[in-house]
């Protein structure tokens, strides 16, 4: 995980299914932005802790499994038509190779897949600004967030940071 390097911030560099796209038509703002909420608000739910009964916390992990596996199933039939890139996403934007040259200033729509788990993506507009990184990454500046957007984002990066660095320790012994 890298700070800085897609924005300003935490950035969380990752290999995840992707598709940008020319805009095609405005949409529904309001309706995309309440399933971002959503979609993000699971994604940084904090873990449950024990309940303290034995059985029920087994019967409930096998429950968990099951349905962590059904949904993994469906978000790979999801996304098995879109390949995976190396991102780099922070608060602002993502850094994503977008294959196109003399694109600076265009809008595009970005959909990102930011878990295994989840059969819905997120779905966000970016402004190609800048020139591309070392490994040929465009950045796209996030349009049209809402302060509820950005900010469970940004929870989404911390955590993220957190696991990057547990894992890091865990490995040092």
């Not at 529904?28 to 309440?34: E, L």
């Not at 009964?53 to 499994?65: I, P, S, T």
């Not at 996030?142 to 509820?148: D, M, T, V």
Request: charge should be negative; glycine fraction near 10%.
């Amino acid at each position: 995980m890298g700070e800085g390097t897609a924005g300003r911030g935490l950035g969380w560099e990752a290999s995840i299914p992707v598709r940008i796209r020319a805009v095609e038509e405005p949409g529904d703002q309001d309706f995309q932005r309440g399933i971002n909420i959503r979609l993000l608000r699971v994604l940084t739910a904090p873990e449950d802790s024990a309940s303290g009964d034995e059985a029920d916390d087994r019967v409930r992990h096998r429950l968990e499994a099951k349905v962590d596996l059904l949904l993994v199933t469906m978000a790979q039939q999801a996304w098995s038509s879109v390949g995976r890139q190396e991102v780099v996403l922070s608060r602002d934007g993502i850094r994503v190779e977008i294959g196109e040259s003399n694109a600076r200033g265009e809008v595009r729509d970005i959909e990102l897949w930011l878990a295994a788990e989840q059969p819905q993506p997120l779905y966000l507009r970016g402004l190609i600004s800048g020139e591309p990184d070392a490994q040929g990454r465009d950045f796209l500046a996030f349009e049209g967030l809402s302060e509820e957007e950005s900010e469970l984002l940004e929870r989404f990066l911390f955590q993220q940071h957190r696991r990057a660095v547990a894992a890091a320790r865990r490995r040092q012994g």
